[in-house]
């Protein structure tokens, strides 16, 4: 049985194609740096955008015309992994995400739920012996059911806290039983709606508490996937604890967490916070924390998580460029927590979607590329900095100096003569980078 008959294999045919249901930039097997494509972007779907989603927003009820929407309850957790293994075959991904709610539906009772997860993880082991596509990683959903409503591991509520711990030890040892390359945390309601009534200490002793109890649980059973942390400021939380990349690494450091952990960054949990998605990625890459992305955009119009497909060429080439300069993503990759619009109803939409959003990855990854074989702004971030190679400078890089002596140095300068940023040059040669790219001819 198909459930996109519409769709064959989605094949790379290069830039001059008008066939939708191909890629343009996107391909596996170009070189990039010495790898091939489909290694470098490790792209990855997430499941319960593409396949749990039904495009309800607070204003009106689901659109999405879905081949299992008929089905319920375990019947349709089954079709969705049938569904699911066919487009990750059609769209030749190699990794794919889930919440431990999308891909089995919840018992009465937490021992039902477990044994519903049970049932469809086998299934997936089965699909996972034949196919190519891995898990990239697996995270519990504490968020979505009412007992959350103070949050998980921050809950005033201990049996809460207890309940969900043991979510995150079967998601612990889910990931284990599918090889999963990483574990994810989003504290959706980890933080707080209100001063009023938070104890503010004790959550964030509690969450540093959540997390340790994770990390000894993972090691005792010998899981070894790379745990992750995903900021986000707010949403559904008025203030969310792990704000952003800084505040997440504050905290990690704080409670003895940083070597146990890395960064998930999404991109529009970045632009929430008030930052551009390549600071977010920077700042965790210059800390040694740069672990995974959950790739999608906002809209700067729309002041929520839209987790649209990413489209955005400066995004992707500014992403590209910061994953590059990391050496790439690691056990990572470039997830896409994205959803398609709620008038893009068809089964082939999470196809175009897909598409766009590999492509404009693809675009970026090339353009980032050139970028950095050339030297292009490194060079002018070299030069711009020059002064701290030689004389005064290279005596406060090397810890030569103190107030005494900068003092003496500056009372004995004339006028200080300073550089120009160049930023109108520099945006102007992104611009001529990408539109080289873009005109590139194919490359079959
Ligand atoms: C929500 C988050 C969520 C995480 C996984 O904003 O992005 O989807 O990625 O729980
Ligand atoms: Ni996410
Ligand atoms: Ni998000």
């Known amino acids: 049985m198909?459930?996109?008959?519409?769709?064959?294999?989605?094949?790379?045919?290069?830039?001059?194609?008008?066939?939708?249901?191909?890629?343009?930039?996107?391909?596996?097997e170009r070189m990039i740096n010495g790898q091939r494509m489909e290694e470098l972007m490790r792209f990855s779907v997430a499941y319960w955008h593409t396949f749990n989603a039904d495009g309800g927003d607070p204003f009106g009820?689901?659109?999405?015309r879905r081949p299992w929407n008929h089905l319920s309850g375990m019947d349709q957790a089954k079709a969705r992994v049938e569904a699911a293994f066919e487009l990750f075959?059609?769209?030749?991904v190699p990794f794919f995400a889930f919440h431990d709610v999308?891909?089995?539906?919840?018992?009465?009772?937490?021992?039902?739920?477990f044994d519903n997860t049970d049932v469809i993880v086998n299934m997936i082991k089965d699909y996972m012996k034949t196919s190519k596509t891995k898990l990239l990683w697996n995270t519990a959903n504490l968020f979505t059911n009412p007992r959350y409503?103070?949050?998980a591991a921050t809950s005033c509520n201990a049996d809460v806290f207890a309940y969900s711990?043991?979510?995150?030890?079967?998601?612990l040892e889910v990931g284990k039983e599918l090889g999963a390359e990483n574990y994810v945390f989003w504290g959706g309601r980890e933080g707080y709606d209100t001063l009023l009534n938070t104890n503010m200490k004790l959550e964030q002793d509690n969450l540093a508490r959540f997390f340790h109890m994770a990390v000894d649980y993972a090691k005792e059973i010998g899981f070894d996937a790379q745990f992750l942390i995903e900021p986000k400021p707010k949403e559904p939380t008025k203030h969310q604890y792990d704000f952003d990349v800084a505040t997440g690494l504050a905290f990690l450091q704080k409670y003895g967490l940083s070597d146990y952990f890395k960064f998930n960054i999404e991109?529009?949990?970045?632009?929430?916070?008030?930052?551009?998605?390549?600071?977010?990625?920077?700042?965790?890459?210059?800390?040694?924390?740069?672990?995974?992305?959950d790739a999608n955009q906002g809209d700067k119009l729309i002041g929520w998580d839209t987790d649209e497909f990413p489209t955005d060429l400066y995004a992707t080439t500014l992403a590209m460029y910061e994953i590059m300069k990391n050496g790439g993503l690691g056990r990572g990759g470039l997830n896409f927590d994205s959803k398609v619009r709620r008038a893009s109803f068809d089964p082939e939409d999470l196809f175009h979607a897909h598409i766009a959003g590999m492509d404009s990855f693809a675009i970026g990854a090339l353009v980032a590329n050139k970028l950095l074989e050339e030297r292009v702004f490194e060079s002018f971030i070299d030069e711009r900095y020059e002064s701290f190679t030689k004389g005064i400078g290279l005596d406060i890089v090397n810890g030569n100096v103190n107030f005494r002596t900068l003092e003496a140095h500056a009372l004995q300068l004339g006028e200080i003569e300073l550089q120009s940023g160049r930023e109108e040059r520099l945006k102007s040669l992104l611009n001529q980078y990408l539109l080289e790219v873009i005109t590139e001819p194919a490359t079959v």
């Open 102 to 113: 999308d891909i089995a539906p919840e018992g009465n009772t937490l021992k039902e739920s």
């Open 61 to 64: 009820a689901g659109t999405m």
């Open 149 to 151: 409503v103070h949050g």
């Open 89 to 92: 075959e059609k769209l030749d």
């Open 2 to 28: 198909s459930y996109f008959q519409n769709v064959n294999k989605i094949m790379y045919e290069g830039p001059k194609s008008r066939n939708a249901l191909a890629f343009k930039y996107y391909n596996p």
């Open 165 to 171: 711990a043991a979510k995150v030890k079967k998601g």
């Open 267 to 293: 991109a529009n949990h970045a632009t929430l916070a008030g930052h551009t998605f390549e600071h977010e990625l920077c700042v965790a890459r210059i800390n040694g924390m740069l672990g995974s992305v």
